[in-house]
């Protein structure tokens, strides 16, 4: 999570600086998505952004809640409502939201973030698979947004290989050791 979280931060901040796109909004779900994306949030700060996360469905487990933690003690805002005034207020979004084990219609309170990231011409960088996206066919009846940029982590999955935006792939998954057999 810690590796996946710096490298979705580090390809936010190559394309979308802090100068010019200051303010991200870290659009986080309740799995280990939304746990890249808390460990985002952090690095970006460290970069020079300015991030708040969108938390609406928080875990009880305890790892989450350190990462949020850390992110409150740098003194992130965390909201949990008003996601259309806070996407109103930003300059790029990290989709942190559903991964690669969400295969379900979004419902509440993911549901309007996903239907507002279609609409919105706020730039978009979703971590390995866009929310809404099925992992095996990608979004074939484009019900669902494209984001601009897009973080693959271990390997890019089977459902984006449409995706034509900027493609990263992020982190040190597989051991050199596994790469020789």
């Not at 989450?64 to 979004?93: H, W």
């Not at 698979?129 to 095996?136: A, K, L, R, T």
């Not at 973080?151 to 597989?174: D, E, M, Q, W, Y």
Request: hydrophobic letters at 35%; a positive charge.
């Amino acid at each position: 999570m810690e590796l996946a979280g710096l490298a979705c931060a580090q390809a936010l901040h190559k394309v979308y600086g802090p100068e010019r796109y200051p303010r991200v909004l870290v659009c986080c779900g309740p799995g280990n998505q939304g746990g890249d994306g808390l460990v985002a949030a952090r690095h970006l700060w460290h970069f020079g952004h300015k991030p708040t996360l969108y938390y609406p469905k928080q875990t009880d487990k305890e790892h989450y809640k350190s990462l949020l933690r850390q992110c409150e003690t740098l003194g992130i805002p965390v909201i949990g409502a008003n996601f259309s005034e806070a996407v109103g207020e930003t300059d790029v979004i990290l989709d942190a939201i559903f991964g690669f084990s969400f295969h379900s219609e979004p419902r509440a309170p993911f549901d309007e973030p996903i239907r507002s990231f279609q609409q919105t011409q706020t730039p978009i960088v979703s971590v390995d698979i866009p929310s809404g996206w099925d992992v095996e066919t990608g979004n074939p009846n484009h019900v669902y947004f494209t984001p601009n940029v897009l973080v693959s982590l271990t390997a890019p999955k089977r459902g984006v290989k449409s995706f034509s935006g900027r493609h990263f792939l992020g982190g040190r998954f597989i051991p050199p050791i596994k790469l020789l057999k």
